[in-house]
């Protein structure tokens, strides 16, 4: 699967309806921890990796992952944290437009 298509759709479980956890946990394990990070562009690849790294931080107990784990420890504000932290990933300044045309559509249009 394309790595663009894994982080849209981390994004997508990252805005759904259960708790904030719940989301990260599902973006992480649905999509995030299939991406290559040597697929990502050079200045993404270092955040990507430690995003990984501290999503996967915590030893499991029985019947779980590492990240049902570590998110299971983290506050509501770290866990805030990291989510955004993946938001920046994948909408921030690093990110180039593709050579295949692809542009900014705003979606409202500015009053003047």
Known sequence: M??????QQALVELVGNP????????AYSKHLKHVDGE????????DF????AELESIRPLPGETAVQATVRKMS?????????RIVALVTGP???????????????????
């Open 2 to 7: 394309p790595v663009s298509h894994c982080l």
């Open 19 to 26: 708790s904030l956890k719940q989301r990260l946990i599902a």
């Open 76 to 84: 509501a504000e770290q866990a805030d944290q990291v989510a955004a």
């Open 39 to 46: 697929d990502l562009p050079d200045a993404l690849r270092e």
């Open 49 to 52: 990796a430690a995003i990984c």
């Open 94 to 112: 690093a990110r180039e437009p593709r050579d295949r045309g692809d542009t900014v559509i705003p979606l409202f249009a500015v009053e003047a």
